[in-house]
């Protein structure tokens, strides 16, 4: 049905200037996730038979996992060490859920055209996981969780969770996988763009499973509530914000606002005790609008340190990263 280029991936560690916060301070035991690696990258026969991403002069799969999982391990503050288990690359499309699958001419021509895609756009997950026989996978441990790579309107969720008692995890869960024994989550990025918004699917799959993390406590208890505070919200309580706003922002993407707010994000530094008082901020912290700079920065401030209260482990990666704690 398709080519697939199998090998092994070896993550080399990227070099670039980082902020004020580039101390790598270990709290835990590393933890070595296994990714099933999957880059949808068919070859277009009008182009000389050169493969989608070459003809589109869009960004290199590999080097964008490098970065990701590079700029994942020094948010983690060393403890998320990603590990491409298996890579794949496919020499196709991925079908659609009404059984839909692009040709690659026709798929070029859609893009040059900025018309004429297909409707419904998502893709047949239960397809995918069937054909790289993932649930097997998981279950004996090869893999943790997938990484989908693919183009622009491949119809993949940022994130999606699957797996017994799966739950919102930024797309409805799929509920066809219980029998895996253990809750796993499927990554989409799209190679057209780069690694701040690669970090940005992973933050929102953050948000979710945080807040379901904490969805039965209430008030004082709720500090997942407290951490995504932001000044338009809660006038002169500003904490760390959530990934679309930052402590300063009035509207969503806002990451570049030089108003000045008062904040009490630093305290997340000191987490479990959290007594500091608040200072002024604005984007200067996070990097003056970047994106990748500000995701960073908030993951940054994920409390990381040993031990737990009230039932909540005080290392909240861990939850990102094993979504069956939850």
Not at 258 to 282: A, I
Not at 285 to 308: V, Y
Request: hydrophobic share 35%; proline share 6%.
């Amino acid at each position: 049905m398709f080519k697939a280029i199998r090998s092994i991936f070896n993550p080399r560690p990227v070099r670039r200037n980082r902020s004020q916060l580039d101390k790598i301070e270990v709290a835990e035991e590393q933890v070595h996730p296994r990714v099933l690696l999957i880059i949808y990258n068919p070859t277009v026969p009008s182009q000389r038979g050169r493969r989608l991403v070459d003809v589109m002069g869009w960004n290199k799969p590999d080097e964008l996992v490098r970065q990701f999982i590079e700029d994942l391990r020094f948010a983690s503050y060393g403890y998320c060490h990603y590990e491409i288990a298996d890579r794949l690359e496919v020499d196709a499309f991925p079908m659609k859920i009404d059984g839909f699958t692009y040709s690659a001419n026709a798929y070029h021509s859609a893009w040059l055209a900025r018309q004429g895609f297909h409707q419904p756009d998502w893709a047949d997950y239960d397809r995918i996981l069937g054909d790289f026989d993932v649930a097997r996978r998981i279950t004996n441990r090869s893999i943790d969780e997938v990484w989908l790579f693919a183009f622009p309107y491949a119809g993949f969720y940022e994130s999606r969770m699957a797996g017994p008692g799966s739950f919102w995890c930024n797309a409805p869960p799929l509920d066809r996988c219980d029998q895996v024994g253990r809750r796993f989550v499927i990554m989409g990025f799209n190679y057209e763009r780069g690694v701040g918004e690669m970090l940005e699917s992973y933050a929102h799959r953050g948000e979710s499973i945080m807040a379901h993390s904490f969805r039965d406590r209430r008030g004082a208890d709720n500090l997942w509530e407290r951490f995504t505070r932001y000044d338009l919200t809660h006038p002169g309580r500003a904490e760390v914000g959530n990934v679309h706003f930052a402590p300063n922002s009035q509207k969503d993407y806002d990451w570049g606002n030089l108003e000045k707010v008062s904040s009490h994000c630093d305290n997340w530094f000191d987490y479990p005790n959290m007594q500091g008082s608040p200072r002024m901020v604005n984007c200067k912290e996070w990097g003056n609008g970047d994106t990748r700079q500000h995701h960073l920065w908030w993951f940054r401030h994920f409390p990381h340190e040993i031990g737990e209260r009230n039932g909540i482990f005080h290392n909240w990666w861990r939850y990102l990263l094993n979504p069956s704690l939850v």
